[in-house]
């Protein structure tokens, strides 16, 4: 059975850093795809970040480029999300997502993790 | 980067059959797949449709997906409607920089 658990949300200062972690079971997990996707307040999905499997490479969003770091570490199944910089509007849930196939990355999910909560205030 | 624009509701009777469009603003709609997941009150999405018609292991055969080039969208189609299909639906696909787009959500309301 694949699960997803996010860990490592909570509250943070505005300009504060935070890593989110997501560990992940029930599949070769060096073999996919992992993406990051948050869900603001009462809002929509929106894509943050993947990092490929299999060494390849990462992807951002461009609200977020040049402040997330995403990482993955296969020996530990866990993908990482280092968030820098942070802003009120970064403010939601983040959800780790599995891509569908393994091989060539394509942003299409069939898990979800339960998601982690990132709250930015001061 | 394109937008991918749903109804914001729709609302149906149980056993009816209900259809959720997503409309590419630019691009052809078959350029990449488009996925549907579905999102209940206080839960996690979870996926219902991936590459554009192929419906996830345990999914319901009442929900479909297809893709029209004509209207270049794409549409969920959920056949005898249940309560249990109340939820928030979202498409989804990606652009050439392989970055995710999702459209902005439709909220199925089953009465």
């Known amino acids: 059975e694949v699960q997803l658990l996010e860990s490592g949300g909570g509250l943070v200062q505005p300009g504060g850093s935070l890593r989110l972690s997501c560990a992940a079971s029930?599949?070769?997990?060096?073999?996919?795809?992992m993406s990051w996707v948050r869900q603001a307040p009462g809002k929509g999905l929106e894509w943050v970040s993947a990092?490929?499997?299999?060494?390849?490479?990462?992807y951002y969003a461009d609200s977020v480029k040049g402040r997330f770091t995403v990482s993955r570490d296969d020996s530990k199944n866990t993908l990482y999300l280092q968030m820098n910089s942070l802003r009120a509007e970064d403010t939601a849930v983040y959800y780790c997502?599995?891509?569908?196939?393994?091989?060539?990355?394509?942003?299409?999910?069939?898990?979800w993790g339960q998601g982690t909560l990132v709250s930015v205030s001061s | 980067n394109f937008m991918l624009t749903q109804p914001h509701s729709v609302s149906e009777s149980p056993g009816k059959t209900v259809t959720i469009s997503c409309t590419r603003s630019?691009?052809?709609?078959?350029?990449?797949?488009v996925q549907w997941y579905q999102q209940r009150p206080g839960s996690s999405p979870t996926t219902v449709i991936y590459?554009?018609?192929?419906?996830p292991s345990g999914v319901p055969d009442r929900f479909s997906g297809s893709i029209d080039s004509s209207s270049n969208s794409a549409s969920l189609t959920i056949s005898g409607l249940k309560t249990e299909d109340e939820a928030d639906y979202y498409c989804?696909?990606?652009?050439?920089?392989?970055?995710?787009?999702f459209g902005g959500g439709t909220k199925l309301t089953v009465l």
């Open positions: 997502a599995k891509e569908t196939s393994s091989g060539i990355y394509y942003p299409e999910f069939d898990y």
């Open positions: 990092f490929s499997g299999s060494g390849g490479g990462t």
């Open positions: 989804q696909s990606y652009d050439s920089r392989n970055q995710g787009v």
């Open positions: 630019s691009g052809s709609i078959d350029s990449n797949y």
């Open positions: 029930g599949f070769t997990f060096s073999s996919y795809a």
């Open positions: 590459e554009d018609k192929q419906r």
